[in-house]
Nanobody
């Protein structure tokens, strides 16, 4: 599976962005999908995960209530809607796919996109 993330950019604090991750080369609906992020000098951290059918999601405490994941299996795309952005949300955001795990652990995701940069100014 190949993943291509897009939608990053520069936004002011309090603003919104929607990230997209388009998949190709596999049966998208067979995969759990996750978003992770990595800020400069920090380890990559979990943001959220969505089940294969899209009916279940869960999030890191740091983004809960502000970020929402969704997916469109007909379009082979997963989304991350980010609202009420804060400067501490600044990071490169990565989408990832796991065949077997609905997980917050990055080691359980086999496939990764290239990342898209989100910068939140104060």
């Amino acid at each position: 599976v190949q993943l291509q993330a897009s939608g990053g950019g520069l936004v002011q604090a309090g603003g919104s962005l929607r990230l997209s991750c388009a998949a190709s080369g596999g049966t998208f609906g067979n995969y759990y999908m996750g978003w992770f992020r990595q800020a400069p000098g920090k380890e990559r951290e979990f943001v959220g995960s969505i089940s294969r059918g899209g009916g279940s999601t869960y999030y890191a405490d740091s983004v809960k209530g502000r970020f929402t994941m969704s997916r469109d299996n007909a379009k082979n795309t997963v989304y991350l809607q980010m609202n009420s952005l804060k400067p501490e949300d600044t990071a490169v955001y990565y989408c990832a796919a796991s065949r077997d795990y609905y997980s917050d652990s990055r080691i359980q995701y086999e496939y990764w996109g290239q990342g898209t940069l989100v910068t939140v100014s104060s």
